[in-house]
């Protein structure tokens, strides 16, 4: 009899239907650090831009086509992928990840999509919620996509730090499986670095979500090796990679050795605020339902009005025509 081992590097879909709602009736808090001793944000942490040698891929290397694209006239919004990038300096990085490491202890375990993450970071990280509130770090992010970017109105998914390490007493090993995330433009920065880890891969899937969605049980079992799966070119501390979250199939493999940390951050154009993917049955499980209602009354007065929204929160205004 011939007796296959199970593939440890395979990576679920995420489920849909009611087991949403199921997970959004009993999702666990994020734990809050009663004291963070953090350093301060410093403004010199922002790397120089532009950077030489940054690969881009746009939507119709993907399939997708125009009448598919977001951006309106006089607005093109077409990148799919770019990177790896650096947005902030090596000590930045190493400072970043020092924060992070440290706020491990507060992440909670929920397997709807990413095991083992903690979410809403600018709440607890004085240090996150001014990086991402500094203009030169949001320039910078707008130039790459090409559109003006500032911190997402949906807050507890808007900064996300996502733990992967091994799997302990034969639990399940912590991934990110198959999924679109709810966010156009998410900024994906490792920080370990790859030396320091065996697995915790970054996939996606180089097509169209519905070719993916037919093909879904062919291309989870294959992963890597599928010829259409693609592994993100992340290297060192502080490496980034653009992604339009809501458009391309991703995933994260289970680590084997070591661990990784990696910090995603998702902006919000205010000019194409109509355009934002996010669904009530995606953050939902993610964040319980209570949270969720509050979530969306912001983001819609955020869509409706986004320069008040900037200036309730202290954002920016980036003037029109910074992305060039
Ligand atoms: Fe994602």
């Known amino acids: 009899m011939i007796t296959t081992a199970p ?19 009993h999702t ?9 001793d953090e350093p301060s944000w410093e403004p010199g942490f922002v790397a120089d831009f532009p950077q030489t040698g940054v690969g881009s891929t746009r939507m119709a290397a993907f399939d997708y086509t125009t009448a598919e694209l977001h951006g309106r006239e006089g607005l093109p919004d077409d990148l799919a992928m770019a990177g790896p990038v650096e947005l902030l300096t090596a000590q930045g990085a190493q400072v970043l990840r020092t924060i992070c490491r440290d706020l491990k202890a507060c992440a909670v375990h929920n397997d709807y999509v990413v095991s083992h993450r903690l979410r809403n970071v600018e709440a607890v990280s004085p240090f996150v919620r001014a990086m991402v509130r500094d203009p030169a770090f949001l320039r910078n992010a707008s130039r790459l996509v090409g559109v003006p970017l500032i911190p ?3 807050r507890n998914a808007g900064v996300q730090i996502n733990y992967y390490e091994p799997p302990v007493d034969g639990a399940d090993p912590a991934v990110a499986k198959w999924h679109l995330d709810g966010m156009n433009y998410v900024f994906t920065m490792t920080l370990s670095d790859h030396t320091e880890h065996t697995g915790g891969d970054y996939l996606y899937y180089r097509g169209h979500p519905r070719d993916f969605d037919i093909h879904r049980e062919e291309i989870t079992a294959a992963g890597a090796s599928h010829p259409d799966v693609h592994t993100a070119s992340f290297q060192h501390v502080g490496d980034t990679v653009f992604t ?20 995603a951050v998702s902006l919000f154009c205010p000019l194409l605020g109509d355009q934002d993917e996010n669904r009530f049955w995606h ?23 986004p320069a008040a929204y900037c200036r309730r929160e202290g954002i920016p205004i980036l003037p029109l025509g910074h992305t060039a």
């Not at 666990?28 to 963070?36: I, K, M, Q, T, W």
Request: net charge positive; hydrophobic share 35%; aromatic share 2%.
């Open 7 to 25: 593939d440890t590097n395979r990576v679920a879909a995420i489920t849909t239907g009611l087991d949403r709602l199921r997970r959004s009736l």
């Open 28 to 36: 666990a808090e994020d734990g809050v650090p009663h004291h963070l």
């Open 152 to 154: 997402h109105p949906l």
């Open 244 to 263: 339009r979250g809501s458009r391309v199939y991703h995933a994260v493999t289970p680590v084997s050795r070591g661990d990784r940390i990696t910090l």
């Open 283 to 305: 953050s939902a499980p993610d964040d319980g339902l209570l949270r969720t209602l509050g979530n969306w009354r912001e983001l819609r007065r955020a869509v409706r009005r």
